[in-house]
């Protein structure tokens, strides 16, 4: 087990203070139901021999407080356990989300959504089970099973030695069984588990796609094959753990027989009498009980180990190679609220998905980017409060250089913010200084006003609808009912130039001095690209921020100041408009 996994399963464990509540509730249980059985044997061979009444008024007594006791510690020990465990689990998803940030956006590209929203979700509430069906009713079942095998070894030690015989014997060829049997099950569940909803998602995100294409029933297929795999894993781990707690309650019954054979020459020869013989009859069935957490205990465990695989490989641990790390003591960023100029030199940069070649060293010792680098000795000067149109051809590089200026991807070369190395600042204090509004906006399932305050959480209804009304949106929120008006899921409910309007009115609202508008035409109708484009422009440059807008198809000269063309990640300067 490697030693990252063992990290993750010992953070799924609460401290000793909040499980101790939940081991002391569970010996109260698991006690109580042995208890219980024992009195009641005894109070029922007692009273077959028709004492006087009073003889048998403890014994009756502690029948009703052992069952009350059973019941109540049982709910403790679920509160109690319940309440230690989702605390670690929140932790754990907090552990998972802080290692998202340094590597998002472009180090979860090659990341199916669906498979990490399992490992997010359902992976790490699988890991409850490493508290609450794996240490506590194991520890439970320890002390409760030693203590019940030295009472009746008190009683009579042939029966004790009988009965822990039976369980030696019979828990330890269940755990053999089934560990043959159900193991790969076990292990295949919670990786078939994300390989589901990853399919389902894909699917239901790309249905019209697949309609269009008519492949929505290969799809389909698919996913009905991966079900086939799943119900077909679910149903032997259920199968598995029934047949479990079949064999625990068989090896109780052999128990009983033992313990019945070893006691009844005790019992002949008047060494023990009717009620303590009826007691080490029956005491042997609770025993088998507890000891039943065993099995269920280590299906729970390998259930849980292969959870906290998912969990930990979800994100890598170190950031990739191509994606920038927060140096250890950054600089001051720019000051002002000035637009700072921009200067790059001899930039190269790639994605994260391509190796970097052997023996190549990035700055400050960090793994560089591939050979085939998506950048390749960029030169690029954007000035305070000016516009550049940045042209060039589907793949030339020229997202990968937005992405380099946002500090979504690390580079080589000279990148200087204001006057300042952009690798020696933190990369959320480059990104609040330079914003980008990609062509693909992210609209949450959310209303106008909660997609505008994402960007600025005190603002006023005033501001959102003055930042509205500068992209040119403010009537048609206000006809659609106002600022509570839902956007839908992805924008589905507004057209591909609304939702670029309302991601440049959020850029507004952030205040970026420098603003990047990635194909900020690219899903809208050629006939209102103009339109837009001299709106989003015009709006970007208001305030005097800089702007560096993308695009590939053609711009009418007089919304900008300058022109540049790249092609293959190389730039090269074009004639100033």
């Known amino acids: 087990m490697s030693d990252r996994r063992i990290g993750v399963l010992r953070a799924a464990i609460p401290s000793a203070g909040r499980l101790a509540p939940s081991i002391l509730a569970g010996i109260g249980s698991a006690a109580s139901a042995v208890a219980l059985l024992a009195c009641s044997a005894w109070l029922i061979a007692r009273a077959a021999e028709q004492p006087p009444v009073l003889y048998l008024s403890v014994a009756v007594v502690g029948v009703r407080a052992f069952a009350l006791g059973r019941a109540v510690f049982r709910y403790l020990e679920r509160v109690t356990g319940h309440d230690a465990s989702f605390r670690q689990l929140a932790s754990i998803r907090t552990g998972v989300f802080e290692r998202m940030l340094p590597v998002a956006p472009d180090g979860l590209a090659g990341v199916r959504r669906g498979d990490l929203l399992a490992r997010f979700v359902d992976d790490v509430d699988d890991l409850q089970n490493v508290a609450l069906r794996v240490v506590q009713p194991l520890v439970?079942?320890?002390?409760?099973?030693?203590?019940?095998?030295?009472?009746?070894?008190?009683?009579?030690?042939?029966?004790?030695?009988?009965?822990?015989?039976?369980?030696?014997?019979?828990?330890?060829?269940?755990?053999?069984?089934?560990?043959?049997?159900?193991?790969?099950?076990?292990?295949?569940?919670?990786?078939?588990?994300?390989?589901?909803?990853?399919?389902?998602?894909?699917?239901?995100q790309s249905l019209d796609v697949l309609v269009a294409f008519d492949a929505a029933r290969a799809s389909r297929d698919r996913i009905e094959a991966i079900g086939s795999r799943l119900a077909r894993a679910t149903r032997a781990r259920v199968a598995l753990a029934g047949a479990a707690s079949a064999a625990t309650t068989a090896v109780g019954g052999v128990a009983v027989?033992?313990?019945?054979?070893?006691?009844?020459?005790?019992?002949?020869?008047?060494?023990?009498?009717?009620?303590?013989?009826?007691?080490?009859?029956l005491v042997p069935l609770a025993i088998a009980e507890v000891a039943g957490a065993i099995p269920l205990a280590a299906t729970s465990w390998r259930v849980a180990r292969a959870s906290a695989d998912r969990v930990e490989r979800a994100v890598p641990r170190d950031v990739p190679a191509g994606i920038p790390v927060a140096p250890a003591s950054p600089a001051e960023p720019p000051a002002g609220d000035a637009p700072p100029a921009l200067r790059l030199r001899g930039v190269?940069?790639?994605?994260?998905?391509?190796?970097?070649?052997?023996?190549?060293?990035?700055?400050?010792?960090?793994?560089?980017?591939?050979?085939?680098?998506?950048?390749?000795?960029?030169?690029?000067?954007?000035?305070?409060?000016?516009?550049?149109?940045?042209?060039?051809?589907?793949?030339?590089?020229?997202?990968?250089?937005?992405?380099?200026?946002?500090?979504?991807?690390?580079?080589?070369?000279?990148?200087?913010?204001?006057?300042?190395?952009?690798?020696?600042?933190?990369?959320?204090?480059?990104?609040?200084?330079?914003?980008?509004?990609?062509?693909?906006?992210?609209?949450?399932?959310?209303?106008?006003?909660?997609?505008?305050?994402?960007?600025?959480?005190?603002?006023?209804?005033?501001?959102?609808?003055?930042?509205?009304?500068?992209?040119?949106?403010?009537?048609?929120?206000?006809?659609?009912?106002?600022?509570?008006?839902?956007?839908?899921?992805?924008?589905?409910?507004?057209?591909?130039?609304?939702?670029?309007?309302?991601?440049?009115?959020?850029?507004?609202?952030?205040?970026?001095?420098?603003?990047?508008?990635?194909?900020?035409?690219?899903?809208?109708?050629?006939?209102?690209?103009?339109?837009?484009?001299?709106?989003?422009?015009?709006?970007?440059?208001?305030?005097?921020?800089?702007?560096?807008?993308?695009?590939?198809?053609?711009?009418?000269?007089?919304?900008?100041?300058?022109?540049?063309?790249?092609?293959?990640?190389?730039?090269?300067?074009?004639?100033?408009?």
């Open 140 to 204: 439970s079942a320890a002390v409760v099973l030693l203590a019940a095998i030295v009472g009746a070894a008190v009683l009579a030690p042939g029966s004790a030695l009988a009965i822990l015989a039976c369980l030696v014997g019979g828990i330890g060829l269940t755990l053999f069984a089934q560990r043959a049997a159900a193991a790969r099950a076990d292990r295949e569940l919670a990786p078939l588990r994300g390989e589901m909803q990853a399919a389902v998602l894909e699917h239901v």
């Open 257 to 281: 027989a033992a313990s019945l054979a070893a006691a009844a020459p005790l019992l002949v020869d008047g060494r023990i009498d009717g009620p303590v013989f009826a007691v080490l009859c």
């Open 348 to 577: 190269r940069a790639a994605w994260p998905e391509s190796a970097p070649p052997a023996g190549s060293v990035g700055p400050a010792g960090a793994a560089g980017p591939a050979a085939s680098a998506a950048l390749s000795h960029v030169d690029l000067d954007l000035e305070p409060g000016e516009c550049l149109l940045l042209r060039g051809r589907s793949g030339a590089g020229k997202t990968t250089l937005a992405h380099v200026l946002v500090r979504f991807l690390d580079h080589e070369g000279s990148y200087r913010l204001g006057g300042v190395d952009a690798r020696t600042l933190d990369p959320d204090a480059v990104r609040r200084i330079v914003g980008i509004v990609e062509q693909r906006p992210w609209l949450f399932d959310e209303s106008v006003r909660q997609n505008l305050l994402f960007a600025r959480e005190a603002a006023a209804d005033e501001d959102l609808l003055h930042a509205l009304d500068l992209v040119g949106l403010r009537e048609w929120v206000l006809d659609r009912g106002g600022l509570d008006a839902g956007v839908g899921e992805r924008g589905s409910l507004v057209s591909g130039g609304q939702a670029q309007r309302i991601a440049l009115a959020r850029a507004m609202l952030a205040g970026f001095p420098v603003l990047v508008l990635d194909e900020p035409t690219a899903n809208v109708d050629a006939a209102q690209a103009d339109a837009l484009l001299r709106d989003l422009v015009a709006a970007a440059r208001r305030d005097g921020r800089s702007v560096l807008v993308i695009s590939h198809a053609p711009v009418a000269g007089d919304l900008v100041d300058r022109e540049a063309t790249m092609d293959a990640g190389r730039l090269e300067a074009g004639a100033t408009t």
